[in-house]
């Protein structure tokens, strides 16, 4: 009985934390098993998953963890570590059945993991009963530290991916190339080494040796986030190093949990096999020195190492066929029509197209806080005309999925009019639009009266998005935490529409489809920007990343049956907008080449640590940093959807030549947010002015004073079309120095000049320049032939 004394105790506290958690969590996001409220749907896997799956493992694996290293408090630790990951895994797994997916989705609980192991191992050892703190055999340590390190890369997955990993951090991904494959490698046995020399004398059997290269998981993130503190410029004054320790972590952590059973089973396999031949070997006059016997089998090892390294690296090859694949994908787009080119967006003409404007919320269905307030501003041609002044030339235009299908299977002939005629009016001031199917919080459902909040979370407004029928929230409560983007009732329903439940994330597939038809003659369209800022759910990174890339792929294959051949716009969750990073859709979850990667930049703004008076997490120019880094991974152009909202004008004034800097370093294009926001919005909150670039008087819903100083930086030069390509920008006002390359005589240069003075361009490699007069500034034409450059002011 004293022997079943310890594990006992490890599953009551293990038993007793999660119920703690999950009472005291009023989201079910941050317990190890959490419930928001609502009713089971009959029939559905995921739901009961967390009940039916993590628990059982969770528990099983503590009682294992116990029983075979539970007298010491580090192993016991890291046997609770393995059970918390190995039970999201599992669960995930269920839920999707993709492996892949599954192991790499574990490192996302490392936060509830390292808590909850240090409350369950400290329980168990010192409440457990007394302890002998055994030593056991430490056994042979390269054959499972050279598995582990020769498994990563062909089980590389979604591991080490995204904008933690800076391109010189060695990660073990074939296409980074064989010397960091080999370095990552040779850095994955030897931590694994170090951590199984130490483990395997504290815990014995399998348990012990999983341990060990679980611990060396942790150990290899723990040292590729010293080089990225190196080489990711550690000392920018923001957070992000602490961000990319914690990922490089929990993926080492994801890793050895998920796949490190197979070197912990080699190595018990050769311990044995070892022991065996020492035992029939014994005495024997021609018994080899045991040094000599190694030998062979390092060599061995060796040998299969560098296959192991080389292989997938090769296999992966060197981006050819992904070139020609976005070189067909270009040449196959109608002319007249933007497309993705490689990391460009070009007009198949020949010439770099950049897109610089501002998002229109004026035909969104927002939640009307005060009915005699409305929630939007009327959109008319002159706001069009309006934008074209300030040199904009492209607008994403927010539509609501709400009235476009406010019955299933429906559109809506006048909504579908409002669109047609917002394209129309943009296309006659020489502004493109990007179509935006917008939606913030699920939908524009306020909390129900009578709902009694949980403690943690508050009443809320509604806000936009989806039509009623398509909303599943299983009676979970309409209840903010921390702000619109998590409520219970929300987060449930986008999980339904992730899982596809009633076929909802159909309907909208088909819908995109039908929309779609109706603009594919039309290269005033850009493109279609497929949602939002899409929602977590309550499964991240499974809905985030898999099922994300899963809606797109579906929507993307409805537009391109639906004969439209322009730009899809596709964007990271709300996690990226909330923190500055996110892991984005899996890397091959499209093949379509004419996508474009666009995430909001909202560093410094609205960002989770701005919003709460934490310290930056990522500044302003490194966020522009890491999604091009994204969008390399993707080997599609960056785009940006969203930025701005900085606040008051001493905000703005701080931010705003930033973010501008950074932008034209990065020859890069967006829509800034907003271009006018009704007092009744619920965004606005209620206050004197409706914020936006044309503010609103709330007094008298007329237009308020302008930010002159936001407007100028906004406004200020640039090209919007480049033969051939772009290669350099500096711009400040009218002032602008921009340099391009082309390789054969190509004329349509189009460069954008703001104010009244005439510009008197200095350049080199251009010939036929012209400047013309338009309204609000000056357009400068031109033809270039090789190098170029053009100067003003």
């Known amino acids: 009985m004293r022997g079943l004394h310890r594990p006992i105790v490890a599953v009551l506290a293990a038993s007793v934390l999660v119920l703690l958690q999950a009472i005291a969590d009023p989201t079910g996001l941050l317990a190890l098993v959490g419930w928001p409220g609502g009713a089971l749907q009959a029939g559905l896997v995921w739901p009961l998953a967390p009940f039916a799956v993590f628990l059982p493992v969770l528990l099983g694996v503590v009682w294992w963890a116990a029983v075979r ?31 892949a997916t599954a192991a790499w989705a574990a490192g996302y609980v490392t936060a509830k993991a390292l808590p909850a192991a240090a409350v369950v191992a400290a329980a168990t050892r010192w409440l457990g009963g007394r302890s002998t703190r055994p030593v056991f055999e430490r056994g ?11 498994l990563a890369p062909i089980a590389a997955g979604s ?46 059997g399998v348990l012990g040796a999983w341990l060990g290269v679980l611990a060396g998981g942790a150990l290899f993130g723990l040292v590729q986030a010293l080089v990225a503190f190196v080489v990711d410029d550690g000392l920018a004054g923001d957070m992000w190093p602490l961000m990319v320790a914690y990922v490089h972590v929990a993926d080492g952590l994801s890793f050895g949990a998920c796949l490190g059973w197979i070197p912990a089973v080699l190595a018990v396999v050769v311990d044995r096999a070892t022991r065996t031949r020492t035992a029939s070997g014994e005495g024997g006059e021609d018994a080899a020195p045991r040094s000599s016997r190694r030998v062979p089998t390092i060599a061995a090892a060796a040998i299969v190492v560098a296959a192991l390294v080389v292989v997938p690296v090769v296999l992966a090859g060197g981006g050819v066929a992904e070139d020609r694949a976005q070189e067909q994908g270009a040449a196959s787009v109608p002319d007249g029509f933007l497309r993705a080119d490689g990391d460009r967006i070009t007009d198949g003409e020949g010439h770099d197209v950049l897109l610089r404007g501002v ?13 005699e307030v409305p929630a939007t501003r009327p959109l008319t041609e002159d706001d069009f005309a309006g934008m074209a002044a300030y040199g904009f030339d492209v607008v994403r235009l927010g539509i609501s999925w709400s009235t476009l299908e406010p019955v299933r299977g429906e559109l809506d002939a006048g909504y579908l009019v409002q669109i047609d005629r917002a394209v129309r009016w943009a296309k006659e001031h020489g502004i493109r639009t990007v179509i935006d199917l917008h939606q913030d919080g699920w939908s524009n459902a306020a909390t129900a009266e009578g709902t009694v909040c949980r403690p943690g979370t508050d009443p809320m407004w509604g806000y936009d998005g989806a039509p009623r029928w398509a909303t599943i929230t299983d009676g979970a409560p309409r209840c903010a935490f921390t702000g619109r983007d998590i409520s219970p009732a929300g987060d449930r329903a986008f999980q339904h529409f992730w899982f596809d439940t009633d076929g909802i994330q159909s309907a909208l597939v088909r819908t995109w489809g039908e929309l779609a038809a109706r603009y594919a003659d039309e290269p005033a369209v850009a493109g279609f920007d497929l949602m939002n800022e899409p929602g977590f759910g309550e499964t991240a990174p499974v809905t985030t990343s898999l099922l994300l890339g899963r809606y797109y792929d579906r929507a993307i294959q409805a537009i391109r049956d639906a004969g439209a051949p322009q730009i899809v716009f596709i964007e990271p969750s709300i996690l990226w907008s909330g923190l500055g990073f996110d892991s ?31 310290p930056t997490i990522v500044g302003i120019a490194r966020q522009l940093d890491l999604a091009a880094r994204v969008a390399d991974e993707y080997g599609v152009p960056l785009w940006s ?23 034209d370093a990065h020859l890069l294009g967006s829509a800034y947010w907003v271009w006018k926001q009704s007092c009744g919005d619920p965004q606005n909150g209620i206050g004197e002015v409706g914020l936006g670039l044309v503010p609103e008087d709330c007094a008298t819903g007329e237009d308020g004073p302008r930010n002159a100083e936001l407007l100028a930086v906004l406004s200020r030069a640039y090209p919007q079309a480049s033969p051939g390509r772009l290669t350099g920008l500096d711009a400040d006002g009218a002032a602008i120095a921009m340099t391009g390359t082309v390789d054969e005589q190509t004329c349509g240069l189009a460069v954008w000049i703001p104010g009244e003075p005439e510009p008197a361009p200095v350049t080199e490699g251009l010939t036929r320049v012209r400047v013309d007069a338009i309204e609000g500034g000056w357009r400068v034409t031109a033809c270039a032939e090789g190098d170029y450059s053009l100067k003003n002011g």
């Open 584 to 614: 984005g859709p899996s890397l091959a979850f499209t093949d379509d080449p004419n996508i474009v990667f666009s995430p909001h930049l909202y560093a410094e703004s609205i960002t989770m640590d701005h919003s709460l008076g934490l």
């Open 69 to 99: 290293a539970g007298e010491r408090f580090w192993t016991m630790f890291a046997g609770v570590v393995l059970a918390v990951l190995l039970a999201q895994a599992a669960a995930a797994f269920v839920m999707v059945w993709d492996a």
């Open 140 to 150: 042979g340590l390269w054959p499972a530290a050279i598995a582990f390190g020769a």
């Open 359 to 371: 998002n229109v919320n004026q035909l969104v269905d927002f939640y009307q806080p005060r009915p």
């Open 641 to 663: 959807g969203e930025y701005g909202y900085w606040g008051d004008e001493e905000s703005i004034a701080n931010r705003i030549g930033r973010y501008a800097d950074a932008e």
């Open 159 to 204: 591991w080490w991916t995204g904008a933690a990993y800076a391109p010189l951090v060695p990660a073990t991904r074939p296409e980074r190339g064989v010397v960091s494959v080999a370095a990552a490698v040779i850095l994955m046995i030897a931590a694994a080494w170090l951590c199984l020399r130490w483990m395997r004398r504290r815990a014995p």
